[in-house]
């Protein structure tokens, strides 16, 4: 029996269909402020690939409570499922999304306990990374160097001012790779102070887009003392949870 789950996200939207609990298919699309739209089109793409429909579906993210079809359930439960199917012994979650951040803390069976959410505003976001590294037009090997470069403390955590900083920065001549170490090593304070609102793990698993830059990932180890492990694809962890589930 096939199961799917789809993921509704803010920037982008994911499907992944099982079965007999083996995942057979997944695909990733951008939302364009249509999440639910990406969604029908993801499904369509499936359909039309297999010839048949999924016989459980599962929806979750921003967009799910206005699909046509499937079960709704929220994205923390699907997060914790699907990251308890990796990683059945770590208890703490962060999950750094285009649009928001959250933590999760699970039990031995994968129960939520506890979680908080920041979606107020950009600042510590997937979406917050995205758009400063976008304005700084890095060449790869600039990306490179800042691994080894000395961060440059960037102040502001609210994404207008902090470009302001950035551009500032530039002007003086400040080089790139600094700009970009110091972004990620101020995003991975937030994000740390964040994770130890809610316990203080030995290890954390990190899913979600932000997941993909090894620098805040480096830099998070450093702030919270600990291990962070990544699932094989972060970004499909909340979809893959979600065709568990369905």
């Not at 920065?169 to 790139?176: D, E, S």
């Amino acid at each position: 029996m096939k199961q799917a789950g789809l993921d509704l996200g803010s920037v982008n939207t994911k499907l992944v269909v099982l079965e007999d609990g083996e995942r057979i298919y997944s695909q990733v699309v951008p939302s364009r402020f249509d999440s639910v739209q990406a969604g029908i089109r993801l499904l369509k793409v499936y359909r039309a690939e297999y010839g048949e429909e999924p016989k459980q579906l599962v929806v979750t993210g921003y967009g799910r409570v206005n699909f046509p079809e499937g079960r709704v359930i929220t994205e923390i439960s699907c997060q914790g499922r699907g990251c308890h199917a990796y990683f059945p012994d770590y208890a703490y979650i962060l999950d750094l999304g285009g649009q928001d951040a959250k933590v999760i803390k699970k039990n031995a069976q994968g129960k939520i306990v506890r979680f908080i959410m920041n979606d107020k505003c950009a600042a510590g976001t997937g979406r917050f990374l995205d758009i400063i590294l976008k304005g700084l037009d890095l060449s790869s090997e600039e990306l490179k160097l800042a691994a080894d470069a000395k961060p440059m403390p960037i102040n502001s955590m609210c994404t207008v001012f902090a470009e302001s900083e950035v551009i500032t920065m530039l002007a003086k001549g400040i080089p790139k790779p600094e700009v970009v170490a110091g972004l990620f090593k101020s995003t991975a304070q937030r994000l740390a102070n964040f994770v130890e609102s809610v316990g203080h793990p030995e290890c954390l698993i990190f899913t979600g887009g932000g997941a993909h830059y090894n620098l805040l990932i480096r830099f998070l180890e450093q702030e919270l003392k600990g291990k962070v492990v990544i699932p094989p694809e972060p970004e499909l962890t909340a979809a893959f949870g979600a065709a568990l589930l369905a």
